[in-house]
């Protein structure tokens, strides 16, 4: 993969469920670019509506529907409009997710350890199964679940978001072997440290607070102490979350399920 790689989906359709995040606007801004039409996903209905704004540029078709991924109705009704407004989806990137806090694992919060299972494990099955049966019903497509380098290996002072991203994988590899026979693609995408941004800025400070063994307490020192950690010694970029994305769904990926793409600047 190249720096902005470009591949064509020129009449088909993505699907992207956390679709108002900084992931998921890439993305979005990837495909559509690249002649695909876009559903955006989300709990927020305002940055939806923005996007589907700056998207219109595109000239594709677009669709924004309210979900909550953790709710198996809410995400069928989602699925049932989006194909209402656009008809066929080809391709869905199984994005939503949320970090949880950051603290010592005999200090772990348990209400949120259930939230961070209840979005990024049980939020993500339930988009994986209606994403299958609608690819199933339509003679196939791809799926790229959202995983982490945290489910690779496991970070400090992030014990749920590592326990969901090691799920997201182990369901990424068994879906594609219940999957291939229906001409169904599922891969997942695990990217290390990607920023700048609120994101990366969040990682920082947090990781700092704990006062661990592993990051000092001033959030400037953990950046290059996080940034060190990396081979290649420097963040990746929305932009290359793009390009991973866009590989896994395109046909230069066609004989590619079960992968997991670990974007982690060179290890």
Not at 10 to 15: A, P, Q, R, S, V
Not at 75 to 91: L, P, T
Not at 227 to 243: D, F, K, T, W, Y
């Amino acid at each position: 993969m190249t720096a902005n790689a470009t591949y064509s989906f020129e009449g088909k359709t993505i699907l992207i469920t956390g679709g108002a995040g900084d992931i998921g606007k890439a993305t979005a801004q990837r495909f559509a670019a690249n002649g695909a039409g876009v559903v955006l996903l989300d709990l927020n209905e305002t940055k939806m509506a923005e996007m589907v704004q700056e998207l219109e540029e595109y000239n594709v078709p677009l669709g924004a529907f309210q979900c909550d991924v953790t709710l198996a109705d809410s995400v069928a009704n989602a699925f049932s409009g989006a194909m209402a407004q656009v008809g066929q989806i080809d391709y869905i990137f199984n994005n939503a997710g949320y970090q949880g806090v950051f603290a010592k694992t005999d200090e772990y919060p348990a209400d949120d350890f259930q939230k961070v299972i209840d979005i990024n494990v049980i939020g993500v099955f339930h988009v994986l199964k209606a994403a299958a049966q609608h690819l199933r019903d339509s003679g196939g497509g791809a799926i790229v679940n959202m995983a982490s380098h945290a489910g690779v290996d496991g970070p400090p002072n992030m014990l749920a978001y590592a326990a969901s991203k090691f799920a997201v994988i182990g369901m990424t590899q068994t879906a594609a072997k219940d999957l291939a026979a229906y001409g169904i693609r599922v891969n997942s995408l695990s990217p290390s440290l990607i920023g700048p941004g609120v994101m990366w800025t969040r990682q920082t400070e947090l990781q700092a607070a704990v006062g661990s063994q592993y990051f000092d307490l001033d959030p400037k020192v953990v950046e290059q102490q996080m940034i060190n950690s990396v081979p290649m010694r420097r963040l990746g970029s929305l932009e290359e979350v793009a390009n991973g994305v866009s590989f896994l769904m395109s046909d230069e990926a066609s004989y590619i399920t079960g992968f997991n793409l670990d974007i982690t600047g060179g290890q």
